[in-house]
């Protein structure tokens, strides 16, 4: 498989390590081995660390388990909210033009808010989420993990990071979200090309936008059991507008974080023995398993961001306001105040940090578990004698600052007939270009200052508003 980029030595200025100043958290080596660059971390100063963000924008690096969740669960001291930063505030940074701007420019939407605008969102969001009956949600993952495994069981061979993890949540999101069966390929295949910032990128963007934005106009026509729907019907009084941002933040949020966990617990349950042995042999649920992978494989490594709304203090440090703050939820979760031996098996322990805390706790998360062990135990039961072809070492990972994702997972098992199975929708990658029928905007209007100079992850929003 790949080779390991060529490193510099520890110490070296191409690392960004100056030997007294923060240390850079972007780049091909600090992204190479994130763990170890937080132990490097957490060795020199403790529970939270000056570090450098893209741009080399001063921040802090939470990697306390106790002080992660201090941070999380206080939005009056640590506010969710952008323009609390101060490098945005006296113009050192503009938001819509910086490299990590998704993150850092405001929008009205969950993940950018607190107070009464985000309590009316979150309990929209929330409450809709968990109407959804966790019987009829393993359904469909089930009838999905089988058809993708079908595509690949009379192969003897399978990438189950390209064929299985990368498809099954989205495939099971595009029906929860209530997309009619034949946007459920193209939905598959453009939200990771827009999330991933390919060539094609700003054209999956238009086609999401445009799907989502016919999905909110036929379920305002006629209702159905689905998120949609339920985001319409809920009585925060969503505007139209409000409820296609939802459903695409939803979307997003679901996207790689259950591929993730699906493709790191597959991993482990393929390679570390613990796990191959106590899942055979009965000792250890999947459910425990995953919960496992939770703690020492996070989906995501760092929520960005939080920013101090005062000067405060945490874990030993002078936090100034509008400093910018992320959640190491990995460091976290590896805290030797929590965990003294990591090789102690967690037994289920639910006490990670994988999906934060606070009033921004994940509200998919039963969600997730529910399509991450639903799809990996109909993928053991239909092949139980899976098996790597490579090496665990040999397994490349890529990633960002935000988190790091298997590029592949070469498997081979025997052989198995496939019984034919009906057609399936072609994908649907250029819908007709039927008119639009006029959404509701959001009581808030975007303020014009966050209008973008060029086409953004958000410029979908700005063109739908714009568009009245
Ligand atoms: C196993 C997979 C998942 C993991 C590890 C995960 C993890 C996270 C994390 C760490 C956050 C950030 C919380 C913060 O800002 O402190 C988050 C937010 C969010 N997640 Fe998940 N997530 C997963 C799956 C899902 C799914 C399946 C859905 C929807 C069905 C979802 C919906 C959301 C939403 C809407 C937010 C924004 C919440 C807010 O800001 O209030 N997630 N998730």
Redesign the pocket.
Known sequence: MSTPPLLPPPGCPAHGLGQDGPLRLYGPAAEHDPMALYEQLRAKHGAVAPVLVHDDQPAWLVLGHRENLEV?RNPGRFS?DPREWGAAKDGTVVPEKYALSPMVTWWP?????DGPV?DR??GA??ES?QRFDRRGIRRYVTRFAHQLIDDFASNGQADLVAEFSSQL?MLV?TQ?IGAPEEHGPGLVRAVPDMLEGTETALESDEYVTKTLYQLVASKKASRGYD?TSWLLDHPAELTDVEVLA?VR???V???A??A??IANTLRMVLTDPRFRANLSGGRMTLAEA?EQV?WDQ???NT?LG?WATADTKLGGQEIKRGDMLL?S?AAGNVDPQVRPDLSAPVHGNRSH?????????????????A??DTGIEALLARLPDIELTVHDFELERRGTLMSQHLVQLPVRFEPRAVAATAPRPEPDRRPEPTPLPPLAPPAEAVPAATVRPRPSRWSWLRRLLGRR
């Open positions: 999380a969710r939407v969950i993940n950018f808010n985000f969102l979150r969001v929330l989420l949540p999101m929860l998120l939802h933040v939803v979307l949020a679901a996207y974080t259950t993730n966990l995953l939770l996070t989906p995501i929520v939080r959640l939820l940090l994988a999906f934060s805390a606070g009033p921004h706790e994940c509200p998919g998360q039963d969600i997730g578990r399509i991450a």
